[in-house]
C-alpha cells in the first residue's frame, strides 16, 4: 500500500456541488498538506496542519476548507465546486523536522463542469 | 523576486548526455534543498536532498550546492528518455515551521 493516499483519483462534479478529497497516511508523519497543481503555475499550498489540532491557511485558501480527523488524515472541501477549481490536487506529508522533504499521494484530477 | 527561482524550460538534451538543471532562492538562511521528479500528470518523487555545500552523487544524479551563491542544481549524467519530467527545486528556509518552498520546475526533455 502506498504510503499516502489519496481518494478519489479522478472526479468530475458539477458546478455549485460540495466535493470532499481524502487524504490518509502511513508514514506517522505529524504535519499534512494540501496543494493543487495548474498547468503552468506549479504547486500552491491550501492548507497545512502541524498536527491534529492545528490548521493554516495556505497561499489559495479561499473557496476551501479543511478538516483533520486523526493523524493520518487530512480531508479537502470544495464548499461550492466552481469550474476554475479543476485542477490536480495533492495531499502530502512531512515530520516536523523537514529532514526527508515531503511525501506526496497520487494526486486527484478534479474537473468541475 | 520569487523565493525560488528555476527556468520553466523545456531543457532539450541528446540522449546520453549531462543535463544540468538550476535553482536560484533568495533566502541565504536556507539550510536544506530537495530536488524532486514529477512525471506528466503524477505526483513529484524525491530524487535526491543536499544540505552542505559542494557535491552529492547518487548513481546517475548530482546535486551541488553554493550557498554564498545561493544556487542548487542538479545533474544527470547518460540522461535517457525515461528522465523527461518535470524537474522541482523545493527549499526549506529553516523558519516558518521548516516548511518547504517550490520553485515552478525545469522541463526536461531528453530526445533519442
Known amino acids: 500500500d502506498a504510503d499516502v493516499t489519496q481518494t478519489p483519483r479522478n472526479r468530475i462534479t458539477k458546478t455549485g456541488k460540495r466535493i470532499m478529497l481524502e487524504c490518509s497516511q502511513t508514514?506517522?508523519?505529524?504535519?499534512m498538506y494540501w496543494y493543487r497543481q495548474d498547468p503552468g503555475l506549479g504547486l500552491r499550498l491550501i492548507y497545512y496542519?502541524?498536527?491534529?489540532?492545528?490548521?493554516n491557511k495556505g497561499e489559495i485558501s479561499d473557496g476551501y476548507s479543511v478538516s483533520r480527523q486523526a493523524q493520518a488524515k487530512f480531508s479537502l472541501s470544495l464548499e461550492s465546486a466552481i469550474p476554475n477549481q479543476t485542477a490536480l490536487y495533492f495531499c502530502?506529508?512531512?515530520?516536523?523536522?523537514?529532514?526527508?522533504?515531503?511525501?506526496f499521494g497520487s494526486g486527484t484530477r478534479l474537473t468541475v463542469v | 523576486q520569487k523565493e525560488v527561482e528555476q527556468n520553466s524550460g523545456p531543457l532539450s538534451v541528446p540522449e546520453g548526455a549531462i543535463a544540468s538543471l538550476n535553482c536560484t532562492y533568495s533566502?541565504?538562511?536556507?539550510?536544506?534543498f530537495f530536488w524532486y521528479r514529477q512525471y506528466s500528470g503524477k505526483s513529484p518523487e524525491l530524487i535526491m536532498f543536499?544540505?552542505?555545500?559542494g557535491d552529492k552523487e547518487d548513481g546517475r544524479f548530482t546535486a551541488q550546492l553554493n550557498k554564498a551563491s545561493q544556487y542548487v542544481s542538479l545533474l544527470i549524467r547518460d540522461s535517457q528518455p525515461s528522465d523527461s519530467a518535470t524537474y522541482l527545486c523545493?527549499?526549506?528556509?529553516?523558519?516558518?515551521?521548516?516548511?518547504?518552498?517550490f520553485g515552478g520546475g525545469t522541463r526536461l526533455m531528453v530526445k533519442p
Open positions: 502530502a506529508t512531512s515530520d516536523s523536522g523537514g529532514v526527508y522533504g515531503y511525501t
Open positions: 508514514k506517522g508523519h505529524d504535519r
Open positions: 496542519s502541524f498536527d491534529v489540532k492545528d490548521i
Open positions: 533566502d541565504r538562511g536556507s539550510q536544506s
Open positions: 543536499i544540505y552542505s555545500n
Open positions: 523545493a527549499v526549506n528556509k529553516g523558519n516558518a515551521g521548516n516548511m518547504l518552498t
